[in-house]
């Protein structure tokens, strides 16, 4: 589980929905864009939905969330989420991998545990 702080509240949600959802929020931005965006997240361990304006101007951090139990099963979400037009996408049509020349996103080791 990961907790999304945005506008000053914060919010759980799966590994994989906060991982597309910074994905995302990172390419709007970089298009110069604000976009609404449609995210599950938990609330007092039951399902629920948030809406959040990401892209330019909108600051979010994800972080680390413990939680009991098993995660809800999301994935279905995150899917729509990398599904968006503007999800960068790795590799090009012909199958082959971009370089880092042609990709916008770097992985600068954020997920470095201390």
Known sequence: ?????????QLVTTDDVADALVELA????SDGDSQALHIPIVVGGEKDCADLIVGVGNDLLVGPQSSN?????????????????????RGGDDGGEAS????AFFDYGLDHEF
């Open 100 to 103: 880092d020349a042609d990709s």
């Open 26 to 29: 990172a390419a709007i931005a």
């Open 69 to 89: 139990g098993d995660d809800p099963d999301f994935s279905a979400e995150a899917e729509q989420l990398r599904q968006h037009r503007l999800y960068p996408r």
């Open 1 to 9: 589980m990961k907790l999304v702080s945005y506008a000053g509240q």
